[in-house]
């Protein structure tokens, strides 16, 4: 199987960067999440570079909710990243990581009073994704003595290859404004006293592995540009959102570049504002490409059974990463402490969850596994933790951070009593 040059073979064992994995599961326990600080800065700078060198005003805001520990969003920070936050939480956690206001996009489709109060507090970029939510941050801006920046989100009503859970610049989502209702809502926008438009936002969808529906939004994007510099919005920044896939199936699924994504995104890009006679920013929010290959998660076998099928139980299943059943994802799954070793068996990894649903990877070629074993789950760092439950009562995981020799944790592991501590006794129980 091809590896990313972060992992590799030793021993026997899998390596991330200098770090053995199964001494890691020895040393922190399972389930265990173990993510290289290095990669995800290496991802980054790639994707930055490969704009920049094309366009020179590009900003890569990180969209916070693929991997949501601080240490994260600070890795990024430190880089120059900003961030593209969806809820109040994400946003706190990328000013406490030491982001720059300016360089945050607060997104989302359902914000509530206190997110825009919030937003209007700390003088954040506000991605406006209805009619109704404009008049209440105007009225929210008001309220707090400030001008509100804005986008709007558009919705280009494309065609998105990909599942269809996470396509959302289809016309069908609930996201964004129709491309042909933009202009009207723009001008409602200039009408309000307390709010500034000040760019315009797209984000077409996840794990997109076809560069040309990027391109196709791009041309929606600088139309609606021209427009808008028409009726006299001036924009600072086009945010072209996120969605770059990456592949799961190491051997078989197509890898688009950044520097591929840049190649046919930016021309068009300029093309279409050197039209329109601005130069604003251009903005991109990857998540998953640059935190998904950064980090594995490591479970132990519990048992092994050979029924209808060979099943590996293991201790970590959907409560710890949830993509295989919510969107029937692939992802490659080592035998960690067995890396060199021959594969043989077909087994399929089950998690510890009460629910049939419940299969990390099904039906892998790998060496014969016992009890005791690491599987290593690659490509879990991109709505990976970030999607954790406590469902069946099972505590969280650990969270391991490296970075070249170093090692350190970035998240406890959860007891019982951490998801206990949250209930309360109603009184006729006492
Ligand atoms: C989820 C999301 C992203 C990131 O998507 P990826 O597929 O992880 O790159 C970017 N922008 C918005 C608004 C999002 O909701």
């Given at each position: 199987?091809?590896?990313?040059?972060?992992?590799?073979?030793?021993?026997?064992?899998?390596?991330?960067?200098?770090?053995?994995?199964?001494?890691?599961?020895?040393?922190?326990?399972?389930?265990?999440?173990?993510?290289?600080?290095?990669?995800?800065?290496?991802?980054?700078?790639?994707?930055?570079?490969?704009?920049?060198?094309?366009?020179?005003?590009?900003?890569v805001l990180y969209a916070?909710?693929?991997?949501?520990?601080?240490?994260?969003?600070?890795?990024?920070?430190?880089?120059?990243?900003?961030?593209?936050?969806?809820?109040?939480?994400?946003?706190?956690?990328?000013?406490?990581?030491?982001?720059?206001?300016?360089?945050?996009?607060?997104?989302?489709?359902?914000?509530?009073?206190?997110?825009?109060?919030?937003?209007?507090?700390?003088?954040?970029?506000?991605?406006?994704?209805?009619?109704?939510?404009?008049h209440q941050l105007d009225?929210?801006?008001?309220?707090?003595?400030?001008?509100?920046?804005?986008?709007?989100?558009?919705?280009?009503?494309?065609?998105?290859?990909?599942?269809?859970?996470?396509?959302?610049?289809?016309?069908?989502?609930?996201?964004?404004?129709?491309?042909?209702?933009?202009?009207?809502?723009?001008?409602?926008?200039?009408?309000?006293?307390?709010?500034?438009?000040?760019?315009?936002?797209?984000?077409?969808?996840?794990?997109?592995?076809?560069?040309?529906?990027?391109?196709?939004?791009?041309?929606?994007?600088?139309?609606?540009?021209?427009?808008?510099?028409?009726?006299?919005?001036?924009?600072?920044?086009?945010?072209?959102?996120?969605?770059?896939?990456?592949?799961?199936?190491?051997?078989?699924?197509?890898?688009?570049?950044?520097?591929?994504?840049?190649?046919?995104?930016?021309?068009?890009?300029?093309?279409?504002?050197?039209?329109?006679?601005?130069?604003?920013?251009?903005?991109?929010?990857?998540?998953?490409?640059?935190?998904?290959?950064?980090?594995?998660?490591?479970?132990?076998?519990?048992?092994?059974?050979?029924?209808?099928?060979?099943?590996?139980?293991?201790?970590?299943?959907?409560?710890?990463?949830?993509?295989?059943?919510?969107?029937?994802?692939?992802?490659?799954?080592?035998?960690?402490?067995?890396?060199?070793?021959?594969?043989?068996?077909?087994?399929?990894?089950?998690?510890?969850?009460?629910?049939?649903?419940?299969?990390?990877?099904?039906?892998?070629?790998?060496?014969?596994?016992?009890?005791?074993?690491?599987?290593?789950?690659?490509?879990?760092?991109?709505?990976?933790?970030?999607?954790?439950?406590?469902?069946?009562c099972r505590p969280r995981?650990?969270?391991?951070?490296?970075?070249?020799?170093?090692?350190?944790?970035?998240?406890?592991?959860?007891?019982?009593?951490?998801?206990?501590?949250?209930?309360?006794?109603?009184?006729?129980?006492?």
């Amino acid at each position: 199987m091809n590896l990313p040059p972060h992992l590799s073979v030793q021993g026997g064992h899998l390596v991330i960067g200098r770090h053995d994995l199964v001494a890691l599961a020895q040393e922190h326990g399972t389930p265990l999440y173990v993510t290289d600080e290095q990669r995800i800065c290496d991802n980054y700078t790639r994707y930055q570079k490969a704009l920049a060198t094309l366009y020179p005003k590009s900003k890569v805001l990180y969209a916070a909710k693929a991997n949501g520990n601080v240490s994260v969003l600070r890795a990024l920070g430190k880089l120059g990243a900003g961030a593209d936050v969806f809820s109040p939480g994400e946003l706190e956690l990328a000013l406490s990581a030491g982001m720059n206001p300016a360089d945050l996009l607060f997104n989302g489709s359902s914000k509530s009073p206190g997110d825009l109060a919030l937003a209007v507090a700390h003088g954040i970029t506000v991605s406006v994704d209805s009619l109704d939510e404009l008049h209440q941050l105007d009225a929210a801006a008001k309220a707090g003595g400030k001008k509100a920046r804005i986008s709007f989100r558009v919705n280009p009503a494309l065609h998105i290859p990909t599942h269809p859970k996470i396509a959302t610049g289809v016309t069908s989502s609930k996201f964004g404004i129709a491309h042909d209702k933009i202009l009207s809502a723009y001008r409602e926008a200039l009408a309000c006293s307390n709010v500034v438009p000040v760019g315009v936002h797209c984000h077409i969808g996840s794990q997109i592995l076809d560069i040309e529906p990027f391109v196709k939004a791009a041309e929606v994007m600088v139309r609606v540009a021209k427009e808008l510099t028409g009726i006299g919005v001036v924009l600072e920044f086009i945010d072209l959102g996120g969605g770059l896939g990456i592949p799961y199936h190491h051997d078989t699924d197509p890898a688009p570049t950044p520097e591929e994504y840049a190649r046919a995104v930016v021309p068009v890009f300029v093309e279409g504002i050197t039209a329109a006679g601005i130069s604003p920013a251009l903005w991109v929010e990857p998540g998953r490409y640059l935190v998904a290959d950064s980090s594995v998660l490591l479970t132990r076998v519990n048992s092994v059974k050979f029924a209808h099928k060979n099943f590996v139980n293991v201790d970590a299943g959907f409560n710890l990463l949830i993509r295989p059943t919510m969107y029937d994802s692939y992802h490659e799954v080592i035998v960690a402490n067995k890396a060199a070793s021959p594969a043989t068996e077909t087994y399929s990894i089950a998690g510890p969850i009460c629910e049939t649903g419940d299969i990390l990877a099904a039906d892998r070629l790998l060496p014969a596994v016992e009890a005791g074993d690491i599987i290593a789950v690659l490509d879990a760092g991109a709505y990976g933790f970030a999607m954790a439950s406590q469902y069946n009562c099972r505590p969280r995981c650990a969270e391991v951070l490296i970075k070249g020799k170093d090692k350190a944790l970035m998240r406890n592991r959860e007891t019982t009593e951490d998801i206990t501590s949250t209930m309360v006794t109603p009184p006729w129980q006492q």
